[in-house]
């Protein structure tokens, strides 16, 4: 069994800042503080990290749990109304590809397709349901089961494993994102993990972050299908365009060792060159 967690808003979807708005909007409510969501930097954050920091960049203290929850209601009422906005508007958007993509996976009984977001569960579900993604996902790890994300990974794949009545190994989870954070909470947990460049995130971090698999979007499907060993390679493994680990330890040594295509087409020119020179000196 796979199972594929997709992150949510630049993987599968651009919400046009609905997010940033509404919750702007809360923080406007509580302090009068105008654009409290510009002042900090929160991409790739769950929610519980995003509602704690404007918070905090408001009122110059950390939320306690009731203002929490009351921040949460608030968020949740005013989402739908900023979604819409965003349509209206022509700044929602679906990311090239993922709605063939979804369909292809969710086909398969091999593969279970859930959400690693960090979104609160019902903002994940305000967000996507406009796209007409949310019926590939039977379940998810969502912002409010952890402010940590490599734990809201872990939940999803604790679900995922109840789904379907078997223990998930590490090396059967398959992490999408389009930041390098959603990278890195993949490693933490020992997951493979991919990572969009169309998406918010910053290019230079997500390289840094090292993911197996970099695209730029779903556009082209074989690199993923290969990535997540549903399809074979026909050229074995190509560094620079993508590799097909079997594990996270795989790919770490791959990466660094890197015997590929590439380096071996520069060999055989290399040799080509010097046997011309030995011909050449020979006459
Ligand atoms: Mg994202």
């Known amino acids: 069994m796979k199972i594929v967690l997709f992150d949510i808003d630049g993987t599968l979807i651009k919400a046009g800042?609905?997010?940033?708005?509404?919750?702007?909007?809360?923080?406007?409510?509580?302090?009068?503080?105008?654009?409290?969501?510009?002042?900090?930097?929160?991409?790739?954050?769950?929610?519980?990290?995003?509602?704690?920091?404007?918070?905090?960049?408001?009122?110059?203290?950390?939320?306690s749990a009731r203002q929490f929850r009351e921040m949460e209601l608030q968020y949740l009422n005013l989402l739908p109304a900023e979604v819409k906005r965003s349509i209206r508007s022509g700044n929602y958007s679906r990311l090239n590809g993922a709605e063939k993509f979804l369909a292809k996976l969710s086909g398969r009984r091999d593969v279970l397709v859930g959400l690693g977001t960090g979104n609160l569960k019902d903002g994940a579900f305000i967000k996507l349901e406009p796209s007409g993604l949310l019926k590939h996902f039977a379940f998810g790890g969502y912002g409010c089961d952890s402010r940590h994300r490599s734990e809201v990974l872990e939940k999803a794949v604790e679900r995922a494993g109840r789904l379907a009545g078997v223990k998930i190994s590490p090396r059967e989870v398959f992490v999408i994102g389009d930041t390098h954070r959603d990278v890195e909470a993949a490693k933490e947990a020992g997951y493979h993990s991919a990572a969009v460049l169309e998406g918010f995130g910053?290019?230079?971090?997500?390289?840094?972050?090292?993911?197996?698999l970099l695209a730029k979007d779903f556009s082209r499907l074989k690199p993923w299908l290969i990535w997540l060993g549903l399809e074979k390679d026909p050229k074995g493994v190509r560094r620079g365009t993508y590799i097909c680990p079997d594990s996270p330890i795989e790919h770490a040594h791959y990466g660094r060792t890197g015997l590929d295509l590439r380096d071996i087409e520069?060999?055989?020119?290399?040799?080509?060159?010097?046997?011309?020179?030995?011909?050449?000196?020979?006459?």
């Open 266 to 283: 520069l060999g055989m020119k290399r040799l080509r060159e010097a046997r011309k020179k030995v011909k050449g000196r020979g006459k």
């Open 202 to 212: 910053d290019r230079r971090l997500i390289m840094r972050s090292n993911p197996e």
């Open 17 to 63: 800042g609905a997010g940033g708005r509404a919750l702007d909007k809360v923080i406007k409510d509580m302090f009068g503080v105008e654009h409290a969501c510009d002042k900090v930097s929160w991409q790739g954050c769950t929610d519980k990290e995003n509602f704690s920091l404007v918070f905090k960049y408001a009122s110059g203290k950390k939320p």
